[in-house]
């Protein structure tokens, strides 16, 4: 099969999302002609907002290949939400268990099916001060290296106007514009049959990972920073600080002046 039929649940979906997302945001979509027509692939896309997933799916859904996202596995688990998910074919990521591994099976299947698979590579929303793509985890090369196929990098912005990270309530008006450029696949070729070492497994999520920033650099407008936000060295350097003045804040740390 070369392309997946959209199907029922896919359909229901949008009738109930799109309506909405269509009087909601403005669209500036680009690059819809990178998507490709026939065969598997991946797009690979930065997350900064918890609505850019419904947002990106309409612009996907609009190119005629519907994508199969990587979520959580506890979304699939009872009611509306459950049934939806499984009907769509989203594929469950199961962190920290002996079923972590299950996702990228299903995955690289669904590629070699002719699919789409949608990652996020982040992995999360990002943790940038500034909204930039920071470092990716590398299950998107894992799966693009074993099946060489096309890695469509995207860029998004926009959808932090409507609900910035981990704010709780959206703010809709004015209107606000989901931008979209979609770029043409990442080059991988240099690490194709080779061994899947963690460091050339990296390397290769660094360089998808660069292509979508520049995506979101041309969205913006703005030159992206020299180095990507790390969320691993942050944890370490708050710790390091911590650390730092506990030990300047405790009894005897600092000269006291001499009674006269």
């Given at each position: 099969m070369?392309?997946?039929?959209?199907?029922?649940?896919?359909?229901?979906?949008?009738?109930?999302?799109?309506?909405?997302?269509?009087?909601?945001?403005?669209?500036?979509?680009?690059?819809?002609?990178?998507?490709?027509?026939?065969?598997?692939?991946?797009?690979?896309?930065?997350?900064?907002?918890?609505?850019?997933?419904f947002l990106y799916a309409h612009f996907q859904y609009n190119s005629g290949r519907v994508p199969r996202f990587l979520a959580k596995h506890g979304l699939f688990k009872k009611g509306f939400v459950g049934a939806a998910m499984r009907g769509t074919g989203q594929i469950p990521?199961?962190?920290?268990?002996?079923?972590?591994?299950?996702?990228?099976?299903?995955?690289?299947?669904?590629?070699?099916?002719?699919?789409?698979?949608?990652?996020?590579?982040?992995?999360?929303?990002?943790?940038?001060?500034?909204?930039?793509?920071?470092?990716?985890?590398?299950?998107?090369?894992?799966?693009?290296?074993?099946?060489?196929?096309?890695?469509?990098?995207?860029?998004?912005?926009?959808?932090?106007?409507?609900?910035?990270?981990?704010?709780?309530?959206?703010?809709?008006?004015?209107?606000?514009?989901?931008?979209?450029l979609a770029g043409t696949p990442v080059d991988l070729s240099a690490y194709y049959d080779k061994e899947m070492t963690p460091e050339l497994l990296k390397e290769a999520t660094e360089v998808i990972m660069g292509e979508i920033t520049a995506l979101v650099g041309e969205l913006r407008g703005e030159t992206p920073p020299t180095k990507r936000y790390d969320p691993r060295e942050a944890r370490i350097e708050q710790r390091r600080k911590s650390q730092t003045d506990s030990a300047s804040s405790a009894p005897g740390s600092t000269t006291e002046e001499s009674s006269k």
């Open positions: 070369s392309r997946r039929r959209i199907g029922f649940w896919y359909r229901f979906a949008a009738v109930l999302c799109k309506p909405p997302l269509v009087v909601l945001f403005k669209r500036d979509w680009r690059g819809m002609e990178n998507i490709p027509a026939d065969g598997g692939f991946i797009t690979a896309v930065n997350h900064n907002s918890h609505l850019d997933p990521v199961y962190r920290e268990s002996t079923n972590a591994l299950s996702a990228f099976r299903a995955a690289i299947d669904a590629v070699e099916r002719g699919e789409c698979v949608a990652f996020y590579p982040e992995g999360t929303l990002t943790r940038d001060p500034h909204l930039w793509p920071m470092t990716g985890k590398t299950g998107v090369a894992r799966v693009a290296l074993q099946t060489k196929c096309p890695v469509i990098p995207v860029g998004q912005w926009g959808a932090t106007d409507a609900l910035a990270p981990y704010a709780k309530k959206p703010d809709f008006f004015p209107r606000k514009t989901h931008h979209v």
